[in-house]
């Protein structure tokens, strides 16, 4: 049974940083498209990033371009999600994903649940 754990999110000051993981189980996260998307509330989901860590190719979106890291520990079977300089405007629940590709614009095959992140002014 594909599982994917998030966890990391709390409440920081704006400016300061989170480190959110994605725990996999029952697959290895390196063969997979692993997503991370966040919701914030009245909004529309949105897709922030993207690592397949078999080609090492990562995608990020132009709202965290340059303040997001993704990255791999094929050890731990774990993607990260540093988040640095967080702004009021990333509050929302963060939801990790697998699936294929990276195409974030849509659904994913796999989820795991959300991990709130608060970001105060």
């Known amino acids: 049974e594909v599982q994917l754990q998030a966890s990391g999110g709390g409440l920081v000051q704006a400016g300061g940083s989170l480190r959110l993981s994605c725990a996999a189980a029952?697959?290895?996260?390196?063969?997979?498209?692993i997503r991370w998307y966040r919701q914030a509330p009245g909004k529309e989901r949105e897709g922030v990033s993207c690592?397949?860590?078999?080609?090492?190719?990562?995608y990020y979106s132009h709202a965290v371009k340059g303040r997001f890291t993704i990255s791999s520990d094929n050890a731990k079977n774990t993607v990260y999600l540093q988040m640095n300089s967080l702004k009021p405007v990333d509050t929302a629940v963060y939801f990790c994903?697998?699936?294929?590709?990276?195409?974030?614009?849509?659904?994913?095959?796999?989820w795991g649940q959300g991990t709130q992140v608060t970001v105060s002014s």
């Open positions: 994903a697998a699936d294929s590709d990276c195409a974030v614009e849509g659904p994913a095959e796999y």
């Open positions: 029952g697959f290895t996260s390196n063969d997979y498209a």
């Open positions: 690592i397949i860590p078999s080609i090492g190719f990562t």
